[in-house]
């Protein structure tokens, strides 16, 4: 079998982005050309149809791959940086929030959290949206709105407003109680029942994908954390994908381990 790095980099080091080729991998002969290489921005993605083996070649500059990668996401975190020195935050609340909840939102609500729970976080309801309201804050700073209906696996079942310049599309609820661990969670009822009961960090993704600007989060922190744990919805094959990927980038920067048995909600039970 060949050594594909040291091919790809003697022999495919002029390739350029986007740029994709098909060799032999595992035997020569006729055929066998099942070996797929594609240039990317900072290396080449591999991967053999035949035998299973993939990956990715860094392009390393003359630097080691470590070295490269910390340059980059170092000028990524300077990038935002000045990003945020110019925004403005422009989310507010509905003016017609209350935190005077209809039955049919209690209800809802204490399937999750407790009485105290609800009013630790603000949590309310809109008359206009007929719908649950939970205020989102970062860092004690309030960048979103979500309104969820309480009728669940209904169309339209969950909104979220936020603020266009200032949110990052990630919620970061810090504990209460000295921790070095945090927790990225799906969903921001799962975090919230996450940060009361375990009293852990918890990053919130809003959804499944995970963005440079929560890795950077991570990064820019790493010194408050000795260990994140990805905990998502678990809904299907992929979402375990995602999570196996995920843990594989933060481990970059920090030691990183998955859950995978089911949805957080489910296991934990109803938040004091």
């Given amino acids: ?31 066998n050309d099942r070996l797929y290489v594609k240039r990317v921005e900072d290396g080449w993605l591999y991967n053999c149809f035949h035998c299973g083996n993939k990956g990715k070649v860094f392009d390393s500059k003359g630097e080691s791959s470590y070295d490269f ?3 980059k996401i170092s000028r990524s975190i300077e990038r935002e940086d000045r990003e945020k020195d110019k925004v403005v935050n422009d989310v507010k609340l509905p003016v017609d929030f209350t935190t005077m909840i209809p039955m049919i939102g209690m209800d809802y609500l204490k399937k999750y959290f407790s009485i105290e729970t609800i009013k630790l976080f603000n949590i309310g309801w ?26 669940m696996n209904t169309e339209g079942a969950k909104v979220i407003t936020y603020s266009k310049s200032t949110w990052d599309r990630f919620n970061y609820i810090k504990s209460s ?50 260990l994140v744990v990805v905990w998502l919805d678990n809904d ?13 980038r933060i481990s970059l920067v920090l030691p990183c381990e998955v859950v995978y048995h089911g949805d957080p909600k489910r296991h934990i039970g109803v938040v004091k």
């Avoid at 008359?127 to 009728?151: A, D, Q, T």
């Avoid at 029942?193 to 995970?210: D, E, R």
């Fill in 177 to 226: 109680l000295p921790t070095r661990e945090v927790v990225i969670v799906e969903d921001y009822v799962s975090g919230i029942m996450l940060n009361k009961l375990g009293s852990f960090n918890v990053i919130v993704l809003h959804g499944t994908s995970f963005t440079d600007k929560v890795f950077n989060f991570l990064s820019r922190n790493k010194s408050n954390w000795d």
């Fill in 126 to 151: 809109s008359e206009k949206w007929n719908r649950v309201v939970f205020p989102l804050y970062h860092n004690s700073e309030l960048v979103g709105v979500m309104y969820r209906k309480v009728y």
């Fill in 236 to 248: 299907n094959g992929i979402v375990k994908l995602k999570q196996t990927e995920m843990c594989q």
């Fill in 1 to 31: 079998m060949i050594d594909i790095k040291e091919m790809i980099l003697t022999e495919f080091k002029e390739m350029k982005e986007g740029e994709q080729i098909k060799i032999h991998h595992c035997k020569e002969g006729k055929n």
């Fill in 69 to 71: 990668i910390k340059k």
